[in-house]
């Protein structure tokens, strides 16, 4: 089972604004912070657990008990420096924080909305990388949008760093895909994090 390290997020790391929003409450080292996923109110949907859509550039962070709220502009203007990536090859350890990250939100997203198909995921990856701050295509998109401002927001990335993990992560999709329905590459991630079967939709 793979785990998160133990300072998987170092505020000195952050932009300055998120330092900020994470300084009150204080963000503890040890915890792992994820967007929160918008909930409607149960009692319209028959008591269905369903995601509320928004303004993406609005989000909340949660570590399972507190929660921290931030807007940011754009994706764009989180990059940072021109650093140029390492060639990533099929383990790649560069960016490992990032690659969890990046799993961890795809498996939450897939608890409340199904799991998501491997050629469904290949795209947003795509689309974040080819055009960060494009139009949304849906309430996943967005939510992984939201994921990669948490990531750049509290880890010093280039444009170019960012779009070599998200070549990655469109890499390991295309390799597990094995249909138009196919859903292999969530399944993997639940495998690697130890986490129960989900389910398809």
């Known amino acids: 089972m793979q785990e998160p390290p133990e300072t998987f997020f170092r505020p000195e790391d952050f932009v300055p ?51 921290w709220h931030w807007e940011v502009e754009s994706l764009r ?56 701050d494009g139009r949304s295509q849906g309430f996943v998109h967005d939510y992984l949008w939201q994921a990669a401002a948490l990531i750049l927001g509290t880890r010093p990335l280039s444009q170019a760093e960012f779009e070599a993990i998200l070549v990655r992560l469109e890499r390991s999709c295309r390799t597990f895909e094995q249909g138009p329905t196919s859903r292999d590459y969530v399944t993997m991630l639940r495998s690697t994090f130890g986490q129960a079967d989900g389910h398809g939709r």
């Open 77 to 132: 203007s989180l990059f940072r420096g021109d650093r140029q990536p390492p060639v990533l090859g099929d383990y790649p350890e560069a960016y490992n924080d990032s690659f969890i990250l990046f799993d961890l939100h795809v498996l939450e997203i897939s608890k409340f909305v199904g799991d998501r198909r491997d050629a469904e995921m290949k795209e947003i990856f795509s689309m974040l990388r080819r055009r960060p």
């Open 17 to 67: 604004e998120l330092r900020e929003v994470f300084a009150d409450p204080p963000l503890e080292r040890r915890k792992t912070v994820l967007v929160a996923i918008p909930i409607k109110d149960p009692s319209l949907t028959g008591g269905r657990h369903e995601p509320h859509g928004g303004d993406r550039q609005i989000m909340s962070f949660t570590d399972g008990k507190e929660f």
